[in-house]
């Protein structure tokens, strides 16, 4: 019984997977320019254009006001371009349009929807229209550079909170559902309420591993956002919360378990060290790191008492 479910897991991975392929990046590239194009030419978003090329220039005449818009739309259709490998979309609203907040969240949804159909997906966005910023979107394939099985590492690590430890041992470690941080360190003015576009670092439901003990300390920290810039600045460890330090042993992962390169950390000390992967990691290959063996330990008896 149990062979046959994890067939099935199996086959529906693969299919799944067949179906979310890349296209190609020009490909995509070209796609949104041109969906670009056709969305700022749609008429109630060209009359948007026209009035914030008339508030630009102050020329009454139409003639002259529409050429300039016309010259301001066409640039839109070079928004869309390749950095390294990803796919970035950079559209600078306060140049062509009064109301940014409703065009921004046109090119949001048909960004996202672009990408989905194209096995593409937006892992973050920055924008701000009280600050009349420029929205970028930033997209990465669904799936990249592929580890062949002779060059994954016998051991790799995961960080998690120490509150967290308990249910990963008991029911592995889980592709997380797709959510987004709205508090960057590069748009920490943001407010939600005002703009409903989810901006900041994105995360697709996956399982992030790294074959750097140093690298996931570092994450350990980065993931403490305000509490660790606090930290660096008084000194004081108080409101910093204690992350544990798993283990993997990749001998033990689940049958056709696939790592992927990320590709975030590529110009970084990091580059090569840092995968993920869409198949959940059973409990059998998860243990906790003897270095934070005990801290993990003094935790579960802090609750003990708690309990008592």
């Known amino acids: ?46 009359q948007e254009v026209l009035a914030r090329t008339q508030s630009h220039v102050g ?32 559209v600078p609203l306060r140049f ?39 929205l970028i979107i930033q997209l990465e394939r669904n799936y990249g550079d592929r580890l062949q099985p002779a060059d994954i590492p016998t051991f790799l690590f995961h960080t998690t909170p120490i509150w967290n430890v308990e249910k990963i041992l008991r029911k592995g470690l889980l592709p997380k559902k797709p959510s987004h941080n709205s508090h960057d360190e590069d748009d920490d003015w943001n407010d939600e309420k005002k703009d409903p576009i989810k901006t900041g670092r994105q995360y697709p439901p996956r399982v992030y591993l790294t074959s750097s003990k140093s690298l996931a300390g570092e994450l350990s920290l980065s993931f403490q956002g305000d509490a660790y810039a606090e930290a660096m600045m008084t000194g004081s460890t108080s409101g910093i919360e204690t992350y544990i330090l798993l ?34 990691i059973p409990t059998r290959a998860i243990s906790i790191d003897s270095q934070d063996e005990k801290d993990y330990q003094r935790f579960l008896a802090a609750i003990e008492e708690d309990d008592f």
Request: net charge positive; charged share 30%.
């Open 59 to 90: 020329n009454p005449d139409p003639k002259v006001i529409e050429d300039l818009a016309e010259m301001a739309v066409e640039e839109v259709g070079e928004a869309a371009r390749k950095a390294e490998s990803y796919v970035i979309v950079n």
């Open 1 to 46: 019984m149990r062979s046959n479910s994890l067939l099935r897991q199996l086959v529906q991975a693969t299919l799944s997977e067949r179906r979310m392929q890349p296209v190609q990046a020009d490909k995509l590239i070209i796609r949104l320019n041109t969906e670009l194009l056709q969305l700022f030419r749609q008429p109630e978003v060209w």
């Open 247 to 280: 283990k993997i042993d990749a001998r033990k992962l689940l049958p056709g378990t696939k790592l992927y390169v990320d590709n975030e950390l590529d110009n970084s000390q990091y580059h090569g060290t840092s995968f993920w992967t869409y198949t959940r």
């Open 96 to 134: 062509l349009v009064k109301d940014t907040q409703k065009i921004a969240n046109k090119i949001d949804e048909l960004v996202r929807d672009i990408g989905k159909r194209y096995g593409w997906l937006v892992i973050s966005a920055r924008y701000d229209s009280r600050r009349n910023q420029n």
